[in-house]
């Protein structure tokens, strides 16, 4: 089992920068590829980000490459979602989520999930 729980959401700005933690307990963390996704309300959830276990392969979304990094501390067994240049259209409720193996943009493909933190962007 690997428990989450994001933190660092709020309200900002458009311009401004957020960024949001993933804290991970639970043995199965080891080897977890890690994914950020996000739901706006009447929207459905969407990948953001991924990062593997190692750290040396991320993915994202084309809306938030070259504003959006994801990265990850295995020795404190969290993972990170620095947002820069934040738009309104950023405006939601961010997830992590966990998978053994590698990074999937499938929100299908994840088995634990935390309970998200709301990131709004105001214009």
């Known amino acids: 089992q690997v428990q989450l729980v994001e933190s660092g959401g709020g309200l900002v700005q458009a311009g401004g920068s957020l960024r949001l933690s993933c804290a991970a307990s639970?043995?199965?963390?080891?080897?977890?590829?890690m994914g950020w996704f996000r739901q706006a309300p009447e929207a459905e959830r969407e990948f953001v980000a991924g990062i593997n276990w190692s750290g040396d392969i991320t993915d994202y979304a084309n809306s938030v490459k070259g504003r959006f990094t994801i990265s990850r501390d295995n020795a404190k067994n969290t993972v990170y979602l620095q947002m820069n240049s934040l738009k309104p259209e950023d405006t939601a409720v961010y997830y992590c989520?966990?998978?053994?193996?590698?990074?999937?943009?499938?929100?299908?493909?994840?088995?634990?999930w935390g309970q998200g933190t709301q990131v709004t962007v105001s214009s």
């Open positions: 989520a966990a998978r053994q193996g590698s990074v999937r943009v499938s929100s299908t493909r994840y088995n634990y």
């Open positions: 639970g043995r199965t963390f080891s080897g977890s590829a």
